[in-house]
């Protein structure tokens, strides 16, 4: 079986930091693709970053380009989040997906963790 399992998630101040940890494991993941997404109250879940195996090619969402960092190690994915603001407040979902190539839908992956609450007061 596939299991993806994130953590880290809680609740901070506008302008500070968190780190989100996640790890799948499963024999069809290979040098596959992984990614974050997030979902606002009411809201479809949106894209936030994404890596392929190496790191050699990664992907950001506009909204969080240079306050964001995904960092891959095998099948063990993190998003640190820093300079935190009340509207990054969404469940953050951890997803792996069986290709290797790099892609920002989310119907894309086929595996995804619980998700993980982060929450930003102001």
């Known amino acids: 079986q596939v299991y993806v399992v994130e953590s880290g998630g809680g609740l901070v101040q506008a302008g500070g930091s968190l780190r989100l940890s996640c790890t799948a494991s499963?024999?069809?993941?290979?040098?596959?693709?992984m990614g974050w997404f997030r979902q606002f109250p009411g809201r479809n879940r949106e894209f936030v970053a994404a890596i392929n195996w190496s790191g050699s090619v990664i992907e950001y969402a506009d909204s969080v380009k240079g306050r964001f960092t995904i960092i891959r190690d095998n099948a063990k994915l993190y998003l640190q989040m820093n300079s935190l603001k009340p509207e990054d407040t969404a469940v953050y979902y951890c997803?792996?997906?069986?290709?290797?190539?790099?892609?920002?839908?989310?119907?894309?992956?086929?595996?995804w963790g619980q998700g993980t609450q982060v929450t930003v007061s102001s």
């Open positions: 997803a792996a997906k069986i290709g290797m190539v790099v892609r920002s839908e989310m119907d894309e992956y086929e595996y």
């Open positions: 499963g024999p069809t993941l290979a040098r596959n693709a």
